[in-house]
């Protein structure tokens, strides 16, 4: 009878923080916050953030289930001498879902048309982090003349397949290279509110380390992105597709990258090995197979363009314009200024 008792008070516990966690993200996604606004394409809500004038326009692209709020403080910083555009994906932040695949194509598609609604006419200074790196890859590929100039940080490459193929399956679990099973796991807590309720150990923990560095109103926007169960769901979405082997013949075969100014900025790799032994519990030798396959898939991109050049930076973190927001923002206006003297 009184583990009866104790399993019912559990149910409803978790039943009442579920409701909890939904009245609460509901109010926070019926009113998109300040300094953004919202555009509806093709009858889905769009938020992006609009600043400064001129012309070369610097769009960012975030990386994985990101959002435009953790690029407000660049924007800000950017848009004193530049126009910057930063806006949410589809599913993310407070853009509406968008049923269908997530390809690399719909999404580049997408932001073309967002481009073209605001009347922000070309060239662009494209930014891509992580995964966002793929999707600027395609879209140099699909428009290569709307392109003026190239930032990639620390981009996802269209071989990223190679991890799972030539890493041990131990390794390759352990290292944190796979998202797949977060994402999954970050969906069923998400979806109970247990996110929410779990917030003082996450915000202790080293893995958002580089996100309490955001100012206030862009560290809420990023926490109340996290609890949204249309995030996990969404970058699921796009992590599966980015690495179906369609989306990646379709990238390479959508035409060659333009040859414009291009920064391809790594982290650290001594330090980043460091993380993967300390968070992964693996040996050095195993963590050194991870770092360098991963070296070589980002400076790879480095190829893509006569331009391109590698910069590497002095954090361990895969959140260089978190860490490092002064090394971002400088390659950013090289770019510009190669673009403009083109």
């Given at each position: 009878?009184?583990?009866?008792?104790?399993?019912?008070?559990?149910?409803?516990?978790?039943?009442?923080?579920?409701?909890?966690?939904?009245?609460?993200?509901?109010?926070?996604?019926?009113?998109?916050?300040?300094?953004?606004?919202?555009?509806?394409?093709?009858?889905?809500?769009?938020?992006?953030?609009?600043?400064?004038?001129?012309?070369?326009?610097?769009?960012?692209?975030?990386?994985?289930?990101?959002?435009?709020?953790?690029?407000?403080?660049?924007?800000?910083?950017?848009?004193?001498?530049?126009?910057?555009?930063?806006?949410?994906?589809?599913?993310?932040?407070?853009?509406?879902?968008?049923?269908?695949?997530?390809?690399?194509?719909?999404?580049?598609?997408?932001?073309?048309?967002?481009?073209?609604?605001l009347k922000i006419d070309p060239p662009y200074i494209l930014v891509g982090h992580s995964?966002?790196?793929?999707?600027?890859?395609?879209?140099?590929?699909?428009?290569?003349?709307?392109?003026?100039?190239?930032?990639?940080?620390?981009?996802?490459?269209?071989?990223d397949v190679r991890f799972r193929q030539e890493l041990l399956p131990r390794v390759y679990?352990?290292?944190?290279?796979?998202?797949?099973?977060?994402?999954?796991?970050?969906?069923?807590?998400?979806?109970?509110?247990?996110?929410?309720?779990?917030?003082?150990?996450?915000?202790?923990?080293?893995?958002?380390?580089?996100?309490?560095?955001?100012?206030?109103?862009?560290?809420?926007?990023?926490?109340?992105?996290?609890?949204?169960?249309?995030?996990?769901?969404?970058?699921?979405?796009?992590?599966?597709?980015?690495?179906?082997?369609?989306?990646?013949?379709?990238?390479?075969?959508?035409?060659?990258?333009?040859?414009?100014?291009?920064?391809?900025?790594v982290h650290h790799t001594d330090k980043m090995r460091d993380a993967i032994v300390r968070?992964?519990?693996?040996?050095?030798?195993?963590?050194?197979?991870?770092?360098?396959?991963?070296?070589?898939?980002?400076?790879?991109?480095?190829?893509?363009?006569?331009?391109?050049?590698?910069?590497?930076?002095?954090?361990?973190?895969?959140?260089?314009?978190?860490?490092?927001?002064?090394?971002?923002?400088?390659?950013?206006?090289?770019?510009?200024?190669?673009?403009?003297?083109?």
């Amino acid at each position: 009878m009184l583990t009866l008792q104790i399993v019912a008070v559990v149910l409803a516990a978790v039943m009442l923080a579920r409701a909890l966690n939904l009245i609460l993200l509901m109010r926070w996604y019926a009113k998109p916050k300040s300094p953004g606004e919202v555009i509806y394409l093709n009858d889905k809500r769009v938020y992006f953030t609009a600043k400064g004038n001129g012309s070369p326009t610097i769009v960012f692209e975030a990386g994985l289930g990101s959002i435009s709020a953790e690029w407000w403080a660049i924007q800000d910083e950017m848009s004193a001498s530049a126009r910057v555009l930063t806006y949410d994906r589809a599913g993310c932040g407070w853009s509406e879902l968008v049923q269908g695949p997530r390809t690399s194509r719909q999404i580049a598609l997408e932001l073309k048309g967002l481009l073209e609604a605001l009347k922000i006419d070309p060239p662009y200074i494209l930014v891509g982090h992580s995964q966002g790196g793929l999707y600027v890859n395609h879209f140099c590929r699909l428009f290569p003349d709307d392109v003026g100039g190239v930032v990639l940080i620390d981009p996802m490459s269209p071989d990223d397949v190679r991890f799972r193929q030539e890493l041990l399956p131990r390794v390759y679990k352990r290292s944190g290279i796979d998202k797949s099973s977060f994402l999954r796991m970050q969906g069923w807590f998400s979806g109970f509110g247990f996110l929410r309720l779990m917030k003082p150990f996450f915000l202790r923990s080293p893995q958002l380390a580089a996100y309490r560095s955001l100012p206030p109103k862009a560290f809420r926007a990023f926490w109340n992105n996290l609890l949204t169960p249309n995030t996990p769901q969404t970058a699921l979405n796009e992590y599966i597709q980015a690495h179906d082997p369609r989306n990646m013949v379709d990238l390479k075969n959508s035409g060659s990258f333009p040859a414009v100014p291009l920064r391809v900025l790594v982290h650290h790799t001594d330090k980043m090995r460091d993380a993967i032994v300390r968070f992964g519990d693996l040996s050095r030798g195993e963590a050194e197979k991870v770092e360098n396959l991963w070296q070589d898939l980002m400076r790879a991109h480095g190829a893509l363009s006569p331009q391109g050049k590698i910069v590497v930076t002095e954090t361990g973190s895969h959140f260089i314009h978190l860490t490092q927001p002064d090394v971002v923002v400088r390659n950013i206006l090289e770019v510009v200024q190669e673009a403009s003297q083109a």
